[in-house]
């Protein structure tokens, strides 16, 4: 790859995407890609959807920042929609998910601090989590490869084996302020966490006073078939993170509270330069315009049902390179029995852009605005890629292909 002088942050691939169009990409060596990747489930509308186009362009015409000293009619109509949909009845906008997780770690530590127990600081995670990139969310989210390097993780985290249900229990006491989780784990491969698992979770909360905080960065946003995951599972947070879907490919996200909660923050105690500005709403807004269209959620249901199936035909058809699939909706993972990188790389060869994920998964998130016709050709491209690593172990062991 040619250098760059751009922070050696990412192991890039060596190819860009120059247009795009729906779930399709251009990419800089001449050939279409099927984008099951979405930007790590970003471009939930897929690319240059004309109502997400028009509006940005039209705002962009209009005023692009004004600063949060000022009312933002755009923000307010954003946050009115979301509280609308949900549980939430407050509503602060960030510029993406990590800074959606700052403001609920902070929001729940607040919250304690205004019932008069300010020693209640400490927030109970879960081992495979991912909840950001800065000092606070890597340290929430545990994960040594993240840790490592930068000094002493920040203090206050509490971590449990996934889907441990007694550690739950055991891990919450009267420094707790929070529990905090992702109903299905993207990062950690896509994995779920059990109804019991969130039940005793919301169960613990309401008996102590700590706050039930759910990351719905990844898993939100209709990704699943219904508008936030935790409908699936019948247990309602009282914070909630999102952000990536909720942009379509404009950084945006948010944190929604509960009024009890999100008004222990006042004026002073939290902020954002750009979070929440006029270009960043206008588009969140064109986003719930198309995705709370009646039947769409149903759309995406339906597709991920279609989805699922063909996967699990292709982990039958290929037992030697697929383990399971699992997932729910259009957020879908293949556990791998290879490395997922020589999955990734011989999809990529096939015209398909996928994710890795931990725990030996490949992640498979394409644009909710997929079509069956394009879920058919993304598996047997998938298929293809399977049995070229087959073919190529084959040959390897000294076999016939």
């Not at 691939?13 to 990409?25: I, K, N, P, R, S």
């Not at 779920?192 to 102590?208: G, V, Y």
């Not at 015209?351 to 050709?377: C, F, K």
Request: aromatic letters at 6%.
């Amino acid at each position: 790859m040619a250098a760059s002088a751009v922070y050696r942050t990412y192991a890039r691939t060596d190819l860009a995407f120059q247009t795009g169009e729906g779930v399709w990409l251009d990419g800089s060596d001449g050939r279409r890609y099927l984008d099951f990747g979405s930007g790590i489930a970003v471009s939930s509308l897929g690319h240059a959807h004309p109502h997400l186009v028009e509006t940005l362009t039209d705002m962009a015409g209009k005023v692009w920042h004004t600063s949060n000293v000022f009312r933002i009619p755009e923000q307010e109509r954003f946050a009115e929609r979301l509280c609308a949909a949900t549980f939430a009845e407050r509503v602060f906008v960030t510029n993406s998910g990590t800074e959606a997780a700052e403001a609920a770690i902070k929001t729940a530590r607040r919250y304690q601090y205004d019932r008069g127990a300010p020693e209640r600081v400490r927030i109970v995670t879960v081992e495979g989590a991912f909840h950001g990139r800065t000092m606070a969310a890597i340290a929430a989210g545990g994960n040594p490869k993240y840790l490592e390097g930068f000094g002493p993780p920040l203090e206050g985290f509490d971590q449990v084996p996934f889907d441990d249900v007694a550690a739950l229990k055991a891990a919450v006491g009267p420094e707790t302020a929070a529990i905090m989780v992702e109903p299905i784990q993207g990062e950690g491969g896509i994995r779920p966490l059990s109804n019991e698992f969130l039940r005793t979770a919301r169960a613990l909360c309401d008996e102590t006073g700590a706050v039930l905080i759910f990351d719905e960065v990844q898993c939100g946003v209709g990704r699943t078939g219904k508008l936030f995951a935790y409908e699936w599972f019948g247990v309602v947070p009282d914070i909630m993170m999102i952000a990536k879907g909720i942009g379509g490919g404009f950084p945006l996200g948010a944190c929604l509270a509960t009024a009890e909660v999100g008004d222990a923050m006042v004026p002073g105690t939290h902020g954002s330069t750009y979070g929440g500005n006029p270009l960043a709403c206008a588009v969140g807004n064109a986003v719930l315009d198309v995705i709370l269209e009646p039947g769409f959620l149903d759309q995406v249901a339906a597709r991920g049902l279609v989805l699922k199936q063909r996967l699990a035909g292709l982990v039958d058809s290929h037992p030697s390179i697929f383990e399971t699939v699992r997932g729910e909706g259009l957020l879908q993972g293949l556990k791998c029995r290879v490395a997922p990188a020589e999955v990734i790389a011989a999809a990529r060869e096939q015209g398909l852009v996928a994710i890795a994920a931990a725990d030996n998964v490949v992640r498979l998130m394409p644009p909710l605005v997929i079509s069956d016709q394009e879920i058919e050709e993304a598996v047997s491209r998938l298929d293809k890629a399977a049995r070229s690593i087959a073919a190529a172990k084959t040959a390897q062991s000294g076999g016939a292909a």
